[in-house]
């Protein structure tokens, strides 16, 4: 199987499209690491044209939030007012959607699939530490992870040596390659469709062809000027506005 690996969408429609129009014809099921929706400007259309892929999909913290099953005092406030919003544009249908999405982490026999972390949903997985400790209960050698909204992730030999994994996309270019060894064991971080913060505005997204045992980590640019006026129509805090052109 091949899969098209989403993370972070984050009701970025346009971001979106770029990433399935590049990655058409090159995957077979998709599966997507949560945060569907939050502070983009499109979370119904967002939710829908996932709906209609059948993904495997674990929810996110922005997923709870959405649907108010969270304390949003927890959230810094721009994200909160952002979740508001999102909250009051919600179909009813779409809301029902996000709220019957597992709680993970999901497994197969291929890969194991959380939104932050093997130990905690909600866990910012930013260091090798924290990613060490989490990898100790990971059933498969390849755990798909978001939260973070930066590409990459980590990696635990079978020696116990570890290391960061990060791939440098260049301009122009759009793709870099990881080779799986399955005596050992990754945590691999798509990057974020609709909100990156590595530096990079380009959608992330990961293409893993599990019988080569290949992790494609890719880029692909969006017109995010569409994207931001419309959150400037909808009223959306600037700063979230800004931060999709800083990649950050
Ligand atoms: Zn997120």
Redesign the pocket.
Known sequence: MRYLVL??I?GNLEAMQAVMDQARGEFDQVICC??IV?YGPNPNEVTEAIRDLKPLVVR???EKAALGMVDLSLFNPLAKQAALWTRNVLTAENREYLRLIPTGPIYNSEFTLVHGSLLDEDEYLIDRDEALLSLKSAPNAVTFF??T?IQGGFVVLEDGRSGVLNPVIRQGAFEGELSIDPRHKYLINPG?VG?PRDYDPRAAYVIYQAEQQRVRYMRVDYPLQTTQEKMVKAGLPPYLIDRLRLGR
């Open positions: 993370s972070d984050h949560g945060d939050g996110g913290n922005h978001g939260h909204h974020s909100q």
